[in-house]
């Protein structure tokens, strides 16, 4: 039969494990909160590849998809970085980009991604913004 020093024992534990779960849903609630989720279209002008993002009015070029994939996310990844330096909110002060874009967005069928094995795992001091490529018809 557990004595009384146990019982408050286990009724202390019992509470320090309700303030980490508790914790840990504030902390994954707060990084949801600072999730960035971007769509993003693709399209061919003169021989580059270009990636229009919708949600901020700002585009990356490369002549393959794999270095497009790049500069996408180097780009996010770095108004990132300069909003955190700047204590701002990322893209806080981009428009959305022009409804051209949008309608190109809404036309497109195709998800694109290169290849796993083709696209570097790269170490960013931030986390790298979500964003989903499609290919303009």
Known sequence: MPT???IK???KARSQLRDVVNKRRASRTAKEERLIRVRVVLFEEEGWKVAQCLEYD???Q???LEDLYYQ???ML???VIAAEEFGRQPFQNFP???SKYVKMWERAFLGVQPAAERRPKRKYP???PEFEMRAAA
Do not use: D, H, L, Y
């Open 9 to 11: 024992a286990s009724g």
């Open 96 to 98: 959305p980009a022009p």
């Open 4 to 6: 009384q020093r146990a």
């Open 126 to 128: 931030v986390p790298v």
């Open 77 to 79: 990844v770095a108004q």
């Open 58 to 60: 700002i585009a990356a």
């Open 62 to 64: 490369a002549k393959t």
């Open 72 to 74: 996408v996310e180097r």
